[in-house]
C-alpha cells in the first residue's frame, strides 16, 4: 500500500507562475522526499526534508513539512516550461526498516 | 559512476513464459529496491534489500515474483509464469547507509502479451 497521497493529481499553470503540490502521509516518517519524473524516465531527487525539519530551499524549490498534521508541501516559484514532469513525495518511516515509500504523483504542466 | 543500469530497457513477452529483469546498483550503496510503476497502482515497493539480505517482500505481489541479490553489484527480479497484468514498468533504485536520497536506473518496460 502506498504511504502518501498528493494533491492535486493534475496542475496545469503558465510560465513564470508558482506551483504548489501538497502530500499528505499516514504514519511516522524519519524524512520526506520529492522526486520528479519526466516522462518515461526514471525517478530523480530533488531534496530531503528530516522531521525535524519545518522548511527547505533548494533553488526555486521550497519544502515545507507539518508532521503534527501528516503533511508537506513542496513549491515551485517562477516556473519554466523544463518543469514540466511529474512529482512524488516519498517518505522513509520511522520504524528503522529503510523501506522508501511513494505516493501517487501530482502531475504538472507548465504552459509556454 | 555510471549510475544504476537496468536492462533490457524493454521486453515483450508472450503469457507463461519466464522475465527476468536485472539491476546493477551504484559502486557503495548497500540498500536496494525493486517498484512497478503503473498508471493503475501508481508506484509500488515490490522488495527491498540492505546489504545483499531481503529485509521486506510484502510488496510481491505473489508467488509468480521472486527477487534475487547474489552480490553486492548485482539483481534479479524474476516473473514465472508471467501474465498481461504485469506488464508495467519496473525500476530498480539504490542508496547509501540510512535514511537517504535513493537513485533509479531507467526502467524496464516490460509488456506480456
Known amino acids: 500500500s502506498q504511504q502518501g497521497e498528493e494533491d492535486p493529481q493534475a496542475l496545469s499553470i503558465q510560465e513564470g507562475e508558482n506551483a504548489t503540490m501538497n502530500c499528505s502521509y499516514k504514519t511516522s516518517i524519519n524524512n520526506l522526499q520529492w522526486y520528479r519524473q519526466n516522462s518515461g524516465r526514471g525517478l530523480v531527487h530533488l531534496i530531503l526534508i528530516r522531521s525535524n525539519e519545518r522548511e527547505k530551499h533548494s533553488g526555486r524549490l521550497r519544502v515545507t513539512l507539518d508532521t503534527s498534521k501528516k503533511s508537506s508541501s513542496l513549491l515551485i516559484t517562477a516556473s519554466r516550461a523544463a518543469d514540466t514532469a511529474s512529482y512524488f513525495c516519498?517518505?522513509?518511516?520511522?520504524?528503522?526498516?529503510?523501506?522508501?515509500?511513494f505516493g501517487q504523483g501530482t502531475t504538472l504542466q507548465v504552459k509556454p | 559512476d555510471a549510475g544504476v543500469i537496468q536492462s533490457p530497457r524493454h521486453e515483450v513477452t508472450e503469457m507463461g513464459q519466464e522475465v527476468t529483469l536485472r539491476c546493477k546498483p551504484i559502486?557503495?550503496?548497500?540498500?536496494l529496491f525493486w517498484y512497478r510503476q503503473t498508471m493503475m497502482r501508481g508506484l509500488e515497493l515490490l522488495i527491498y534489500f540492505n546489504n545483499n539480505v531481503p529485509i521486506d517482500d510484502s510488496g510481491m505481489p505473489e508467488d509468480r515474483f521472486s527477487a534475487k541479490m547474489p552480490n553486492a553489484s548485482f539483481s534479479t527480479l524474476k516473473i514465472q509464469p508471467s501474465e498481461p497484468r504485469d506488464s508495467a514498468v519496473y525500476f530498480c533504485a539504490s542508496s547509501s547507509a540510512g535514511y537517504t536520497e535513493a537513485f533509479f536506473g531507467q526502467g524496464t518496460r516490460l509488456t506480456v502479451v
Open positions: 516519498a517518505t522513509h518511516g520511522s520504524s528503522n526498516t529503510g523501506k522508501l515509500i
Open positions: 559502486s557503495g550503496h548497500n540498500s
